[in-house]
C-alpha cells in the first residue's frame, strides 16, 4: 500500500508512505525526502528512525 504523504521541502518530490514506513523524514513540522534529510545532517541522529510516530 502507497499513500503520498506530502511533497520534499527542498526539492518538491512527492514523499510517500509505504506499508506504514514514511519514505522520508517529518521533522519540526518540515517534510523531506531522504536524500535531502541526509544532506542536512547535524539535525537527523541515527536513533530517530527508530521513533514511530
Ligand atoms: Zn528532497
Redesign the pocket.
Known amino acids: 500500500m502507497r499513500e503520498l504523504v506530502g511533497t520534499?521541502e527542498?526539492?518538491?518530490?512527492d514523499v510517500f508512505c509505504l506499508d506504514g514506513f514514511l519514505n522520508?523524514v517529518s521533522e519540526a513540522g518540515r517534510l523531506?525526502?531522504f536524500?535531502?534529510a541526509d544532506r542536512e545532517e547535524g539535525t537527523a541522529r541515527p536513533q530517530d528512525k527508530e521513533k514511530s510516530e
Open positions: 520534499c527542498s526539492c518538491g518530490r522520508g523531506e525526502c536524500e535531502c
